[in-house]
C-alpha cells in the first residue's frame, strides 16, 4: 500500500503503458460475489448512449443484458467521444456564462485570442494543435468552474473565486490517454483503454479510424471471464500496437530503386485520435537509389531530406501515385506550363505502406462494416526537405506564393485537383539564391481521367478549415451536395495571403494573431470571414498587415482579394482557370510585382529531371 499510495520519482513515459484505467462509483455499495462460480456464457452490461450533459457517469448501466455477447459483438465506433467532446465543450461555455453574471451583457468574441476547447482533469504532456486540423481531436483550452448535481455553479462566493479544472466525461478522458498513446511515436498503430465503474468494466480500442467500445463485464457476477481478461492483458508483448519500436533501419522502394534510412528527430508531430495523423522526421540514409538522376542528387545532399508517416485513406490515390504522374501529363503542355511545374512540386524517393495494420482489419474481425473510404493505413514517404513558405517575407514570399498559384492552375488543368490550399503546404527552397514556390502535399489530391476513377468524388468534403471558400463552408457542402471546383482552392490561396499577411512578423507567428476564431468550427469560421470581407470591401478592416508583409498586401493581397471577391460574387463563374489568372493579373499589374513564371530549368545547369 505504501508503494502504490507514493509519488512517482520522475515522470512516466507513454511509452511504457498498454491500458491505462478509469475508476468510477456510481453506488454507495457493490454487490456480494457468491460463493461459488460456473463456467458459462457471460453476462454483458450494454452501455446506453452518451447524455447530451456529457459530465455525468449515470448514463452507465448495471443491468446484465438477457442474452450473451461474444467479443465479435461491439458497440457503436467513436460517435460517444465527439458528442461527449461536444457536449462538454458547451456545457464549459454555459457554466462560464453563468459565473460571469447575468447583469452583465455578452459581448461577441474577438478575432483574437485562443480558442475555447477542453481542458483535460490531469496535465497532458502534448496538448498542441496540428495543420490538418479537421478530424476529431482534444486539445488544452480554459477550464471551468465545477458544476453542482442541478447543472449550475455553486452559489458560495469563495467557491466562486477558485478555478477548478473542468470534469471531463470518463469517455473524453480515456480518449485523451488514447491520444496519448497514439501519438506519443509515429509508429503507434492502436491503444487500448479500460472503463471501471463499480464493478462494470468497459474496454476502449482507439486508432486512427476512431475507436471501438465493448459492452461491459461485470467482474463480480463473471470472475473467471475477468481472469481471462487479465491474463490476455499480461501476454502483451512491450511494444503492443507499434509498428517500429526503435530506429532501426527501414528498407523502401521507390522509382529510383530501394534504399536504406534511418529516422530522426521528429520535426511534426500531431496530437489526436482520428484523422492522417501526419508526422514529418529527420531522415538519415547510408547510401542514395541506385537510379536517382544527378540533379535531384544533388540537391538532395545539400538540403537534406524528411519522412513523412500518415494514416492515408485507402480509397484515396496515394501521393507517390499523383507525383509520379505529374511528369507523364505536362509532357505535352507549352514550355512556359511545363516550367510552372517543373521545380514546384516536391521531389519524392521512395514510398511504402503498412497494410497489416490497416484498421479496418480489426473491425473486420469483428464483424463491424466498415466503407472504404473510412479504412486508413500507415504510408511512409521519403522526399526531400522544404521550409513553410511563411518564413519568407516581402517580394520573396510573393515569388514563392505566386509560383505555388501557377504550378497549381497548371496541375488543375491537367487533371490533378489539389484540393487542399493551405499555409501548411505552401513550401519553398532556394537555388542558386533564387527562391523557388512548392506546392505541397498531395494527401487529399484526386486524379481525374479515363483511369482514374476509384477515388472519392468532387463532392467529398476536403481542405483546411481557416483557408476554405465560402461555399465550402455551408451545410450543403458538409453533406457532400457541393462540387469542389477550381475556384474553390483559387479563393483559398486569397485567405492563406491574408492569414500569412497579418500573423506572421520576421518569419514567425506574432503574439496574440488575429483570426483564430476561423479554426474553431465551420460556423464561426464562414461568420468571421464574412465579416471580414465586409470589411475589405468598405474600407473598415479592424485589423493591418505587418510590417514584414505591408508592401506586399498593400500592392497585390488587398487589390488581389477585392477582385477574388467580386469574381466569385458573380451569379455565373468564370469558366476556365485561364480566365480566372487573367482577370487577377490585370487587377495588379502595375504594382511591381514579378507575376511570370519561375522557370527552374534555366536556372539549373542540368535538367529538371522526376521521371
Not at 223 to 234: E, G, R, T
Not at 311 to 324: D, F, G, T, V
Amino acid at each position: 500500500m505504501k508503494t502504490a499510495t507514493s509519488p512517482l520519482h520522475k515522470a512516466f513515459s507513454w511509452e511504457d503503458i498498454i491500458l491505462p484505467l478509469e475508476f468510477k462509483t456510481a453506488k454507495r455499495k457493490l454487490n456480494s460475489p457468491p460463493e461459488t462460480y460456473e463456467i458459462k456464457e457471460p453476462k454483458y452490461v450494454k452501455p446506453k448512449p452518451t447524455p447530451s450533459n456529457g459530465l455525468s457517469d449515470s448514463w452507465i448501466s448495471t443491468s446484465s443484458s438477457s442474452s450473451g455477447l461474444t467479443t465479435g459483438s461491439m458497440s457503436r465506433q467513436g460517435a460517444s467521444i465527439e458528442e461527449a467532446t461536444t457536449s462538454a465543450s458547451k456545457q464549459s461555455a454555459k457554466s462560464k456564462r453563468a459565473m460571469s453574471g447575468a447583469s452583465h451583457k455578452q459581448k461577441e468574441p474577438s478575432d483574437r485570442g485562443s480558442d475555447s476547447k477542453i481542458r483535460p482533469s490531469r496535465q497532458s504532456s502534448r496538448l498542441q494543435e496540428t495543420p490538418s486540423a479537421s478530424n476529431s481531436q482534444y486539445s488544452a483550452g480554459s477550464g471551468t468552474k465545477r458544476l453542482s448535481e442541478s447543472g449550475t455553479t455553486e452559489s458560495s462566493t469563495k467557491r466562486q473565486r477558485i478555478e477548478e479544472p473542468m470534469m471531463l466525461h470518463v469517455n473524453v478522458q480515456t480518449a485523451v490517454y488514447g491520444s496519448e498513446i497514439l501519438s506519443h511515436s509515429p509508429f503507434s498503430a492502436s491503444a487500448m483503454a479500460m472503463v471501471i465503474v463499480d464493478s462494470v468494466l468497459y474496454l476502449w480500442w482507439y486508432d486512427r479510424q476512431g475507436a471501438i467500445q465493448t459492452h461491459g463485464l461485470d467482474f463480480i457476477e463473471d470472475l473467471p471471464h475477468f481472469l481471462v481478461l487479465l491474463i490476455a492483458l499480461q501476454r502483451l508483448p512491450k511494444g503492443w500496437g507499434k509498428i517500429h519500436t526503435t530506429k532501426s533501419q527501414i528498407h523502401l522502394e521507390g522509382q529510383y530503386g530501394g534504399m536504406d534510412i534511418e529516422l530522426g528527430e521528429r520535426l511534426v508531430t500531431h496530437w489526436g485520435i482520428q484523422g492522417r495523423a501526419t508526422n514529418i522526421l529527420e531522415v538519415k540514409a547510408s547510401s542514395l537509389p541506385p537510379l536517382i538522376p544527378p540533379g535531384l542528387k544533388e540537391r538532395l545532399e545539400t538540403q537534406g531530406m524528411v519522412a513523412k508517416l500518415l494514416w492515408a485513406q485507402s480509397k484515396r490515390a496515394r501521393e507517390s501515385k499523383i507525383l509520379w504522374e505529374i511528369p507523364k501529363r505536362i509532357k505535352e503542355l507549352s514550355e512556359e506550363d511545363r516550367d510552372a511545374v517543373e521545380g514546384h512540386i516536391p521531389d519524392m524517393i521512395a514510398s511504402t505502406s503498412f497494410p497489416d495494420c490497416e484498421t479496418s482489419n480489426i473491425r473486420n474481425d469483428l464483424g463491424i462494416p466498415v466503407k472504404d473510404i473510412e479504412n486508413r493505413v500507415l504510408i511512409m514517404s521519403v522526399f526531400r526537405k522544404l521550409r513553410p513558405i511563411t518564413e519568407l517575407e516581402g517580394d520573396e514570399f510573393w515569388r514563392a506564393f505566386w509560383d505555388c498559384v501557377l504550378c497549381h492552375s497548371v496541375l488543375w488543368k491537367i487533371g490533378i485537383r489539389h484540393r487542399d490550399i493551405s499555409t501548411a503546404n505552401l513550401m519553398y527552397y532556394r537555388y542558386k539564391e533564387q527562391v523557388m514556390g512548392v506546392l505541397n502535399d498531395y494527401d487529399l489530391s484526386t486524379l481525374i481521367g479515363p483511369d482514374y476513377d476509384d477515388g472519392p468524388s468532387g463532392t467529398d468534403w476536403t481542405g483546411t478549415l481557416p483557408y476554405m471558400a465560402f461555399d465550402l463552408l455551408e451545410p450543403a457542402a458538409l453533406a457532400g451536395h457541393v462540387e469542389h471546383k477550381y475556384h474553390h482552392d483559387f479563393e483559398a490561396f486569397i485567405w492563406v495571403l491574408t492569414w500569412v499577411a497579418h500573423r506572421y512578423q520576421g518569419g514567425k507567428e506574432i503574439p496574440n494573431p488575429p483570426f483564430n476564431p476561423w479554426k474553431t468550427d465551420h460556423e464561426q469560421c464562414l461568420l468571421k470571414k464574412s465579416r471580414f470581407q465586409n470589411e475589405l470591401i468598405t474600407n473598415l478592416l479592424e485589423y493591418r498587415p505587418t510590417g514584414s508583409h505591408a508592401s506586399v498586401w498593400q500592392s497585390c493581397g488587398k487589390v488581389f482579394m477585392r477582385t477574388a471577391f467580386f469574381i466569385l460574387a458573380e451569379e455565373e463563374k468564370l469558366d476556365t482557370v485561364d480566365e480566372y489568372l487573367g482577370r487577377m493579373k490585370k487587377s495588379i499589374e502595375g504594382s511591381g510585382k514579378d507575376l511570370s513564371v519561375n522557370s527552374f530549368s534555366k536556372l539549373s545547369a542540368s535538367p529538371f529531371q522526376i521521371e
